[in-house]
């Protein structure tokens, strides 16, 4: 079945370094990668998302960027600050469904 | 817009029992996916609807069930409850038209199960 790896699950910067999550993807069906952001005691939210026909893609300090070859996504986070410490999920669909498999979802802390 | 909202926010049941959630979805979106969210694992897809119908399923037992009304609003329903289903239960929805599209989340609803 359709499965997404996700890694690190836990992952520790200094503020003002950068932070990668990486993830994987079982399904080369799967064309619709978007990235969700869960602070403690919130709902999931929508930060970025990217298609399969476009390899980067930039929001201010968020980029994604996806290698279908290999199957492949990460979240680059670059000067990240306080508010960046949230829990991170991955997820992949597909085109015409709305059933999206995330990953187990990767926590990060930013270190004062 | 008002966002997706979920009720209860809050339920504790126990073992053998049966609950029932609901889901009311932002104005104009047609598509409603369930989530469990546990520690450890993540969102798990449980099922998704749309026009009143389930398009998608995830790998849960059959005591997980759910429907959507035809204004679509949607409820999920646990039948025999078990200690493992003690979750934060998660509705997001979306248009679900046009290929996929960003999905919005509901509080959820914290189940306890005793």
């Known amino acids: 079945g359709e499965n997404v790896e996700q890694h690190p699950s836990t992952l520790s910067v200094q503020e003002g370094d950068s932070a990668v999550i990486k993830c994987t993807y079982s399904d080369s069906a799967s064309n619709y990668f978007p990235w969700y952001k869960q602070e403690l005691g919130k709902r999931p939210q929508l930060i970025i998302d990217i298609r399969s026909n476009v390899g980067e893609k930039k929001d201010q300090r968020i980029a994604v960027t996806l290698n279908k070859t290999a199957k492949h996504f990460s979240l680059h986070i670059t000067e990240t600050q306080p508010e960046d410490s949230a829990v991170y999920f991955c997820?992949?669909?597909?085109?015409?469904?709305?059933?999206?498999?995330f990953g187990k979802g990767t926590r990060l802390h930013i270190l004062p | 817009k008002a966002g997706v909202t979920q009720t209860p926010r809050y339920l504790i049941k126990t073992r053998g029992q049966q609950v029932t959630l609901s889901c009311s979805p932002i104005?104009?979106?047609?598509?409603v996916s369930w989530y469990q969210q546990t520690p450890g694992q993540g969102l798990q897809f449980l099922f998704e609807y749309f026009s009143e119908t389930q398009r998608n399923k995830g790998n849960f037992p059959g005591r997980f069930s759910g429907r959507q009304f035809s204004n679509s609003r949607s409820e999920m329903n646990v039948s025999t409850l078990e200690l493992g289903d003690s979750a934060l239960y998660l509705c997001?929805?979306?248009?679900?038209?046009?290929?996929?599209?960003?999905?919005?989340f509901g509080p959820g609803t914290r189940l306890t199960v005793l």
């Open positions: 997001a929805s979306s248009y679900g038209t046009s290929g996929v599209g960003e999905q919005f």
């Open positions: 997820a992949a669909s597909w085109e015409g469904d709305d059933k999206i498999i």
């Open positions: 104005s104009g979106h047609r598509s």
